[in-house]
């Protein structure tokens, strides 16, 4: 609420405006911040209670495959059985109940909610420059920004791991991570409200997070992630009809034809989605007409939820390729009250996932919104917008500590849009504790994560679950 402002004589008293914050603010957020530190001291991060309720590793992967389509699952198991690192990618729910039970300042923060270090990468924005930013939001909802960071600097430590990266290269990853966080969180909880809010700019990242060692492998994906364009998967995805369109051929398992009457309802679901969108991108769709829907598997995370691809052509048979994404209910979500905060009330899951993400990013999908399909959410966004990414399990050794540190650059940028970032300075501080308790924490988490790992690879072994591998 906006006060009457100063009291001097002649002074201006203008109305209360709600949404606006009090002025003059007694005490500061960064006092507040460091206030903190008595209830929950930063050295205090670096530990892990598993309670004797915890799910093991295999009962927790069929719990998250419930709901999901049958006959994809074992592609699920599959994936996350290659390796420690893609079984922390598809464990976002046991990860949560295991924060849940860690130490927390509570101060909130819109959560990506599976920060790992794979969900990073490049994208297209509308004037066709490419923005490295988190680019997955299927668990995004309101949380404790230790969160976030903890899946960041954990799976750091497992991608390090993979790579070959010897204990230390990998603790330093972690920790390097943190440090980034916090100091870009100082960086702008100092500048001007309006600046920090469009901070960490492309050009600048690099510098900012000293991941120099970074630029070679940046170039290289910049440059893969600008041929990555609706136009290219329709090449390679559809073939003409004779009535001059284009339609989707097969290509088992990850890309199918559906009937008539599944495809009719994902394209008649667009007109909901249509009415999601900015009034002004509207234009841009009516020169678009629908041609073919096909499904198609999507990630390691999401495999077995509903994904459609739907192809749409302009006056000049140029393509452009929506995704249309089922949205589960938050894997985070059950774990919120355990950790003290109150589950959000959700009126639509993917309207959840595209706000969460525009909370988050700077900049985000022109054509970002959600629909309906046969009772289910979806959200919708553009297919192979420029996307790119880095692989972090092929990164040189001297790379993965850059990238720790600019994926905690980021993640701080992210988390400063919905958490004053003068409140989590206040708590980090100056030195380097916070970094040390993370550090800790995500050797310690990794370790963990190695024997889940071990636990499923054991199981799909004496076939109590199925695992299809090489999808």
Known sequence: MIGSGVEAEGARRLPQVRGFAGWPVR???????KALRERVPRRSHDLLDLDPVRPDALAAVEESNRGRIPGLTPIRVGRMAATPFAFLRGAAGLMAHDLARTPMTRIPAQLCGDAHVANFGLYGDARGGLVIDLNDFDETVPGPWEWDLKRLVASLVLAGREAGADEDICRQAAHDAAGSYRRTMRLLAKLPVLDAWNAI?????????????????????????????????????????????????????????VPDAEAAAVAASLEDYVATLAEDRLPLLARHSVHDVAFRV????????????????????????????????????????????????????????????????????????????????????????????????????????????????LLARAHSHSADPRLIAGYCGKNEELDEAMASFAVTYADRTEEDHGVLVKAVREGRIAAETGV
């Open 27 to 33: 005490g500061t957020p960064k006092e507040e911040g």
């Open 201 to 257: 700019a492309d050009e600048e990242l690099v510098s900012h997070a000293d991941a120099h060692d970074l630029l070679g492998t940046l170039e290289r994906v910049s440059e893969k992630a600008r041929s990555n364009t609706s136009g290219r998967f329709a090449a390679k995805s559809t073939e003409p009809t004779p009535d001059g369109g284009r339609r989707f051929v097969d290509a088992p398992p990850v890309l199918r034809r």
């Open 298 to 409: 999507v990630g390691t995370g999401s495999v077995g939820t509903r994904s459609y691809v739907v192809l749409l052509l302009d006056h000049r048979g140029e393509p452009l390729v929506l995704q249309v994404k089922e949205a589960r209910p938050s894997a985070l979500v059950p774990h919120l009250a355990t950790a003290g905060f109150e589950p959000p009330v959700v009126e639509h899951e993917g309207r959840r996932v595209v706000l969460g993400q525009k909370r988050m990013q700077v900049v985000s999908d022109i054509l970002l919104g959600w629909t309906t399909v046969d009772g289910r959410p979806f959200q919708v966004r553009q297919f192979r917008n420029r996307k790119g990414s880095v692989d972090p399990t092929a990164l040189a050794a001297d790379q993965i500590d850059d990238y720790g540190r600019m994926t905690g650059a």
